[in-house]
């Protein structure tokens, strides 16, 4: 093709270099404000900057961020308040920038979740996030979105990310308010309530936890409900293989709905929103890409990746208030493209294929756990009489694998000990992840068994997915 055709024919979407081009300058615009408030204000990287003999100067476009060093999970996870900006006394700043608005937690590498601290200026990126996150999901006007994220003891962001969705695209919100209730104020709402409420209001759009999305439609459908105004089921927090897309479409057509999608999401609490797909497995947008830097890196040199390959993600934030992180270790293993996309013609990059955990993270019903610390943990009980124990993540319904996840722990001990045992091991695991395991006893020497004949695994991941 001749450079004259090329450049004459508007059709030709631009190049992955193109895109890369128009967002770094876009990247680049945030960046010098943001280092100069690290210097003056964070506990972490001010000291950090000063000890590399780094000035805010050192850093003119994203590419400089490579002179610091990545940044572990659990450096955040330990001691999250010391990546908190601390803009007390720093001259020439808005009220949005140092008013704190949200916390929402992530999990820590200890039992305690981090907070994640929001000022104004970061909920308006939030909602800025998620009006352009519903727009890729094609979430309009003509909405009418369920809000089915749980209101959970521990603030997560996903019932904020389908709020603010829902209000800044416009759509007509519906909540679910569903979670484990708290009996002092009670305001959660029964799965069945939150079910009429879909059906009598119409609801379009089903948002919420992907396991629990599934199981709010089985529940409709066993309890004969009309959900066939529901056209767009938009699961979040864990991945969405396409044999259970289908399952969710059939059982919502069997419940009337004519077309039905499914739309998976992929986000961390540190991206404050997940990116989106435009189409069914077409790859997931990032909504606001200007604001954070996505870099893939191969995991044993720490070298940059072309597109295309997988490798670990690096994000850093370009425009934060509250907590700010840089050079990120979020623990996933991701593939990036910067080609514009085939499907809706956007530019954001986007990510391709199931994201992966690479450490010791995993999720259960949605919410990042952390399995070292729980097993430090768990390992107290081995003083207490528990003379082995395995941790096995499956599923409510063991005969149904797209069934909510769900926690067994085994643990071997002598007889008389197994109550005992039993109530320490449901308290330590509850307060580590929300979530109470049920418990398997096997005989004190029952070790070979845990065994299973094979090379012992502490953890048993069998949802296979
Ligand atoms: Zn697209």
Known sequence: ??????????????????????????????????????????????????????????????????????????????????????????????????????????????????????????????????????????????????????????????????????????????????????????????????????????????????????????????????????????????????????????????????APTTNNGYGLTETQGPAMECVELGGMHQPSPEQFLFEVIDRDTGEPLPDGEPGMMLVSHLNRRGTVLLRYVGGDVVTLTHETCPHCGRTEPRFLGSPRRADGFTKVKGTLINLGSLQDELAALLRRGVTEYQIVLTTEDRSDPFSQDAMLLKVACASEDQERVGQEAKAVVRSAMEITPEIEYLPADGFGEIAGGYKFKRVIDERGR
């Not at 066939?228 to 938009?234: D, N």
């Open 1 to 258: 093709m001749s450079t004259r055709q090329a450049t004459d024919d508007r059709k030709t979407p631009p190049s992955a270099e193109e895109n890369i081009a128009r967002l770094r300058e876009r990247q680049n615009v945030y960046l010098p404000k943001m280092m100069r408030l690290c210097a003056a204000g964070h506990p972490y990287y001010g000291p950090l900057m000063k000890k590399l003999g780094l000035t805010p100067d050192d850093f003119r476009t994203v590419e400089d961020l490579r002179k610091l060093p990545p940044l572990p999970k659990k450096e955040y996870a330990n001691d999250p308040e010391a990546f908190r900006l601390d803009l007390e006394g720093v001259p020439g700043l808005a009220p949005e920038e140092t008013t704190l608005a949200d916390i929402v937690y992530t999990a820590g590498s200890t039992s305690k979740p981090a907070p994640f601290y929001d000022t104004v200026h970061d909920r308006f990126a939030r909602v800025q996030l998620m009006a352009r996150a519903a727009a890729i999901a094609g979430v309009g006007p003509d909405d009418t979105v369920m809000n089915i994220f749980p209101l959970s003891s521990i603030p997560h962001q996903g019932f904020l990310s389908a709020s603010w969705g829902a209000m800044a695209s416009g759509a007509k919100l519906l909540t679910g308010l569903t979670g484990r209730p708290y009996p002092d104020i009670p305001v959660h709402k029964r799965m069945d309530e939150a079910i009429d409420i879909a059906e009598s209001q119409r609801a379009t759009v089903l948002w919420g936890i992907t396991a629990y999305v599934r199981r709010f439609v089985m529940r409709a459908q066993e309890l004969g409900k009309d959900l066939s105004s529901v056209r767009l089921a938009m699961v979040m927090g864990e991945p969405c293989p396409p044999f259970m897309r289908e399952d969710i479409r059939s059982r919502l057509m069997a419940m009337g709905s004519e």
